[in-house]
């Protein structure tokens, strides 16, 4: 099994080990069969060793990143890809194809709609140049996207959440270029250890809480990430949360879990706020051995939402012919 390596501090590692050890035999409910089939895989995908070490697996289909290195490693990596593909790729390039074998996130993004205000400099210097990993480019799109929708717009001094995190690179990038904002993740039991190593790797001397370091006497105004898990949402106060995020996991939860995160959103968001859904427009998911189809528009939406800005994304462009709806709404609170 291909794997690197990365090296937290040592009070770092020992909170997250912890965590780690803390989800070893939990089972979530409820999951579509795209994550309960992954669960045990991804737990599987990380090995705790001496000196402060962490050991993750590669290539591993985790449903959550295409190249999860390139968050810790700024060098350029290779990647292997056999005879037959090194020649299908040349061929794409010579008839400027950026599809299939040839697609190349840092030319999707830097010849997108939303390649600024963020621009490739940041992700060069935040991230490391050369980068193939979609879900980076991803992040700053939708965070461009959101800024050059609400022309004025502030993302700083705001309580920010975002439900399905995946690794974490939106949380990060925002953190990195943001201020004095305080983030909320909520994501599976095994899903948060992605974005814990990520984001704290990053940021090692940061304040931060994880879900199994929490109790009913916690003070969220001392931390800068706060970590939770599905479990845990009723934490959160009502009317605190400026900003939220739902990028690519609606789509791959059952209508139930929708109807349960929507609601949160509309008891813990203030009334000037500001909801960026980026979802498939349809996408079948298996829900305890039965088909759904989780569409879109049969979201709980709310007639009394306001809707800023609503129309097909381009982020997924070269990438995937699958369309995406993203939309930009001001949520009817509760």
């Not at 004095?180 to 190593?197: A, E, Q, R, T, V």
């Not at 940021?203 to 599905?230: A, M």
């Not at 979201?299 to 097909?312: A, C, H, I």
């Amino acid at each position: 099994m291909k794997y690197f390596e990365i090296k937290l501090e040592k009070k770092n590692y020992i909170r997250i080990y912890k965590y780690y050890q803390s989800i070893a035999n939990k089972k979530n409910i409820n999951l579509t069969h795209h994550w309960s089939k992954r669960e045990k895989k991804n737990y599987e995908s990380f090995v705790f060793c001496k000196n402060n070490l962490v050991r993750i697996s590669k290539d591993n289909n985790t449903g959550l990143d295409d190249k999860f290195e390139e968050c810790f490693n700024k060098q350029e990596i290779n990647y292997d890809l056999s005879l037959k593909q090194n020649i299908k790729k040349f061929i794409y390039k010579i008839l400027k194809i950026h599809d299939g074998i040839n697609f190349d996130a840092s030319f999707n993004f830097s010849n997108s709609v939303n390649s600024k205000p963020i621009d490739i400099s940041f992700i060069n210097d935040e991230f490391g140049k050369k980068r193939k990993d979609f879900t980076i480019f991803k992040s700053i799109y939708i965070i461009n996207d959101l800024i050059n929708s609400i022309k004025k717009i502030d993302i700083n001094n705001k309580n920010i959440l975002e439900i399905g995190p995946g690794v974490g690179s939106l949380i990060r990038s925002l953190s990195s270029y943001f201020n004095n904002n305080k983030y909320f993740l909520i994501d599976l039991d095994i899903s948060l250890l992605f974005s814990m190593l990520n984001i704290i790797h990053r940021f090692p001397n940061s304040k931060y809480l994880l879900p199994n370091e929490i109790d009913e006497k916690f003070n969220n105004n001392k931390y800068e990430f706060i970590f939770l898990t599905s479990d845990q949402i009723n934490i959160l106060k009502k009317g605190s949360i400026n900003i939220a995020f739902n990028t690519m996991s609606f789509q791959e939860m059952s209508f139930r879990e929708i109807d349960k995160y929507l609601d949160l959103l509309r008891n813990v968001m203030v009334k000037e706020n500001i909801f960026y859904c980026l979802n498939a427009v349809e996408k079948e998911m298996k829900v305890n051995n039965q088909s759904q189809f989780i569409r879109f528009s049969e979201y709980p939406w709310n007639n009394l939402d306001k809707v800023l800005k609503f129309n097909l994304s381009e982020v997924h462009k070269n990438k995937t012919t699958k369309p995406f709806f993203r939309k930009i709404v001001n949520l009817k609170t509760i």
